[in-house]
Every structure is written in C-alpha cells, then in structure tokens.
C-alpha cells in the first residue's frame, strides 16, 4: 500500500452466521452449503464497475462453496448483478477445519470461521485483493453481512 492511501477503521465486531441446516459440518465445513461475505462499496468509488440501477451504495458478494467461489456486484434496489472475473476463480480452494473453526483460502482471499459448539458460528476474519483489483482506495473494508445457507440441488 503506497504512503497516499488513507485507512478506515471500524470498531471490530463478530459477524453472526445463520446456519440453517441441523448438521451443518457433517465431514466437511461447507458440506452442500454456501459461505456469502458481503461488503458494501460506494457506487461512486466502482464507477463504470458499477451494476446498473440507482442504489448509492452496491453490494460486493464473495460465495464460496466446497470446491469454488465467485465474486459479484450487485444494485441492491434493482438486483443487477455482474460477475467479476478475478482470474483465479477457477484454481481450487483450501478448507483446513479443526474442532471449533475453519478457514478457506484462495489465491484472492483467506478467511477464519468459528464453529463453537451451541453458538452460531462466526465470521473472525478477512482478507483479501479484490479491492485492488476494482482498483478501489487502499483501507479496511469490514464484511456488512456474512451468512452459511443449505444449498439447494436441482
């Protein structure tokens, strides 16, 4: 990070995950489900990035599955949506868990997740490129939202 950039701080607070299925880590952390990390992101600093609609701030969504992960923005007013090519989505994903938390690391982002027994589990931890890559100001960005889903098979 070059000696220009300015940093933003937000106070540091866990981010609840809704798991909604009964065995949620049977085998393997993301067992037929999806992590969804969402930050928001001003639509003036994505500029021509920018999903259409009119919502002055878009949602940037990181969902990672068992084996993959995508990254999108999205309006949210209008819920258009456009796919980032990162580059690397398609390179494999690594998920380490150990008894109470997991961590999924690509070549673009690392991320620790608690799973204590009888408490939802927790988003600890952050970090990756994709806001160099939107060629966005250098900073911290703290994750609005972060939510493990049941997928639904077709």
């Not at 930050?39 to 919502?55: F, I, N, Y």
């Not at 990254?71 to 380490?96: A, E, G, V, Y």
Request: glycine share 2%.
């Amino acid at each position: 990070m070059s000696a220009h950039h300015t940093t933003r701080s937000t106070p540091h607070r866990p981010i609840e995950v809704a798991i909604q299925k009964e065995e949620p880590f049977a085998n393997h952390p993301l067992n037929n489900q999806k992590l969804t990390i969402t930050w928001k992101v001003s639509r003036r600093a994505l500029g021509d990035q920018a999903p259409a609609g009119t919502s002055l701030a878009t949602n940037l969504e990181l969902n990672i599955t068992q084996y993959a992960y995508d990254w999108s923005l999205i309006d949210p007013k209008s819920d258009q949506r456009i796919k980032i090519n990162d580059h690397q989505s398609s390179t494999p994903i690594s998920i380490t868990q150990t008894d109470d938390s997991f961590c999924v690391e690509s070549s673009t982002f690392r991320c620790f997740i608690a799973t204590p027994a009888n408490s939802p589990a927790r988003l600890l931890y952050i970090r990756t490129s994709i806001f160099e890559q939107l060629k966005l100001p250098g900073g911290r960005y703290t994750p609005a939202i972060s939510t493990i889903t049941a997928q639904i098979e077709n």
